[in-house]
């Protein structure tokens, strides 16, 4: 078993807030991003806690709704965040 936890600030002033905890057979998760007036944009996590998705345990918070969402990992997300910040700092 591992956790890998930590806080990343981006040049744009947005912040990714994580944690990943990896078992024998599965990962469980929660990535949290966040715009620089510490404002939700998404957040990603494997909490069993919205059952009518159809992705259940894996959704995807943003600031108006859960939706489904893949089973993500700590790179996936990185990934996925590092679009929006060249966004963010191009425009």
């Known amino acids: 078993m591992g956790i890998i936890k930590g806080k990343i600030t981006f040049i744009d002033g947005s912040v990714f807030d994580f944690r990943e905890i990896m078992g024998i057979k599965e990962i469980d998760y929660r990535f949290h ?25 894996y959704h995807l918070h943003t600031n108006k709704e859960v939706l489904n969402s893949p089973k993500m990992n700590l790179i996936k997300a990185l990934d996925e965040i590092s679009l929006n910040v060249i966004w963010n700092i191009e425009r």
């Open 33 to 57: 991003y966040m715009d620089k007036n510490m404002k939700l944009i998404c957040r990603w996590d494997s909490a069993p806690h919205h059952p009518e998705i159809k992705s259940f345990p």
